[in-house]
C-alpha cells in the first residue's frame, strides 16, 4: 500500500504540472490572442496547450486505480456525510476518467465509432457530480470547523491582535454578518487545509460550469482557476501536511 500511495503521489505530482502548463498556455493565449503581431506566439501557445492535454492522457489509468481505492477507503468512514459525499465523489472521478480514457482511445483511431460529443459530455458530467460532492463534503467540515471554533473563542479579549483587527474591519463593512463573517474566516485561519482544498475545487468548478453551460465564461478565468487549482494541488503533494484529512 505504501508502495502505491508514492506512486500514486508522484503520478499526480507530474499531472499537476502538465496540468499547470496547459492552463497557463490557456490563459496567455486568450490575453494574447487580440494583441496585433502575436499570433504565432498565439498559435505556438495553443499547440504546446494541446500537446499538455495530450499528454496528461498518460497518468489517467494511475488516476482511475486511484479514485477506485479512495472510493473505497471513503466508504469505510465512521460519519455518514463524509462517507456519503466522499464516495459519491470518488466514484465519479473514476467514471470521468474512463470516459476520457474511451476519449483518447477514439482519438488515436482504435475505436473510431465512439459518439465524441456524448462521451465528452458524460465526462464533464461526471466531473460536476464529483467537484459538487467535494464541495459539499468541504462545507460540512466548514461547518464543524466553526462549531469548533465557537466554543473556544469566548470574546474578544480572548483573541490575538491579529484577530482582533480583523473583527475591527469587519465589524465597519459589515452589519449583521460580522459575527458570521468573522467566524468563517478566523476558522478558516486556522484550518489551511481546509481553505486549500474549497479553493481547489472552487476553481476546479469553472470549467465544467462552462461545457454544461451552467454559468458561461471564457478561457481566460478558466485558464486562471486552472493555474490556481494545479498550484494548490502540487503544494499539497509537496507538503502533505496541508492536504484535508479525513
Known amino acids: 500500500m505504501e508502495a502505491f500511495v508514492r506512486f500514486s503521489n ?15 498556455c490557456m490563459l496567455l493565449s486568450y490575453v494574447l490572442e487580440n494583441k496585433r503581431g502575436r499570433e504565432e506566439v498565439v498559435m505556438k501557445l495553443k499547440h504546446l496547450e494541446t500537446s499538455m492535454s495530450s499528454g496528461r492522457k498518460l497518468f489517467r489509468l494511475g488516476n482511475m486505480v486511484h479514485a477506485v481505492v479512495a472510493a473505497r477507503q471513503s466508504n469505510q468512514l465512521p460519519e455518514l456525510v463524509p462517507r456519503f459525499c466522499l464516495t459519491v465523489s470518488n466514484l465519479n472521478r473514476a467514471l470521468y476518467f474512463v470516459c476520457d480514457m474511451l476519449l483518447w482511445v477514439r482519438s488515436v483511431g482504435l475505436l473510431p465509432n465512439i459518439n465524441k460529443k456524448k462521451w465528452r459530455k458524460r465526462a464533464t458530467k461526471c466531473y460536476y457530480y464529483s467537484l459538487v460532492m467535494n464541495l459539499a463534503e468541504d462545507l460540512y467540515e466548514l461547518c464543524r470547523c466553526m462549531e469548533q471554533t465557537a466554543r473556544t473563542e469566548k470574546d474578544q479579549e480572548d483573541l490575538p491582535p491579529c484577530g482582533q483587527r480583523l473583527r475591527s474591519f469587519l465589524s465597519h463593512l459589515t452589519g449583521g454578518l460580522q459575527p458570521f463573517l468573522f467566524l468563517l474566516c478566523l476558522t478558516l485561519r486556522k484550518h489551511p487545509p481546509l481553505l486549500l482544498d474549497t479553493l481547489k475545487n472552487l476553481c476546479d468548478l469553472s470549467s465544467p460550469l462552462d461545457r454544461l453551460g451552467i454559468y458561461k465564461t471564457n478561457q481566460g478565468v478558466i485558464g486562471l482557476c486552472g493555474i490556481i487549482s494545479s498550484l494548490v494541488g502540487i503544494l499539497t503533494i509537496a507538503s502533505p501536511s496541508l492536504r484535508l484529512k479525513h
Not at 10 to 16: D, I, L
Open 10 to 24: 508522484q503520478t499526480q505530482g507530474r499531472e499537476r504540472l502538465f496540468r499547470a502548463t496547459q492552463y497557463s
